[in-house]
């Protein structure tokens, strides 16, 4: 496993946990095996072993666990919240996944860049006009937000799913944001 980078994974330059635990190398050998690279967001983290921890396996669960949302749902709920914060790590990385699982790059695009303009569904519009709403005004949800979502077929567990996944979106764009965190470079030119 090779970590050295030609300039830090994000402007605070914190490195990675010395030494680093076997744990770790494991976790970043599977990502290496399985994604073939070792995401910067992973190695932003790394310099602290517990929020690597915590930072993987709420992502995991937001993202991989079993939901009525589809991995695809989920992907673009991550790219409508980073659009809306301008988060450019996340826009990047989650922008090469909608692309991968969508298999169409100009829809990948389109929600990146306009979501209303890709030709949705009433489903996929209920989330992201909720996603929308949670993310630019969360002030202003109401139970009329949450029955739009119920009317559109989702249970009381997806509409808590829809908002973590929003949720964990906001705080990670802040997080990338505020270190600016630095996409891998292999992530722009995936499944295009």
Not at 13 to 40: H, I, Q, W
Not at 131 to 142: A, G, H, N, Q, Y
Request: aromatic residues 8%; contains cysteine; glycine residues 4%.
């Amino acid at each position: 496993m090779t970590l050295k980078r030609d300039r830090p994974v994000t402007a605070l330059d914190l490195g990675l946990a010395e030494p680093m635990s076997e744990r770790t190398k494991a976790y970043f050998d599977k990502c290496e095996e399985k994604l073939g690279l070792v995401p910067n967001v992973l190695l932003a983290y790394a310099f602290d072993e517990k929020k690597l921890e915590a930072f993987s396996r709420f992502y995991n669960e937001v993202m991989l666990a079993d939901s009525e949302l589809s991995k695809l749902e989920r992907e673009m709920i991550a790219v409508v919240v980073s659009a809306i914060n301008h988060c450019h790590y996340c826009l990047v990385a989650h922008g090469a996944a909608l692309r991968e699982l969508s298999g169409d790059p100009v829809f990948s695009e389109t929600i990146a860049q306009n979501w209303r303009a890709a030709g949705l569904d009433e489903r996929q519009t209920a989330i992201l006009d909720f996603v929308t709403k949670l993310t630019e005004r969360p002030d202003t949800i109401v139970e009329q937000d949450r029955e739009a979502l119920r009317k559109a077929g989702f249970s009381n567990r997806a509409i808590f799913d829809i908002a973590q996944t929003a949720g964990f979106f906001a705080m990670s764009n802040r997080v990338a944001s505020a270190s600016e965190m630095r996409p891998n470079e292999v992530y722009h030119g995936m499944a295009r």
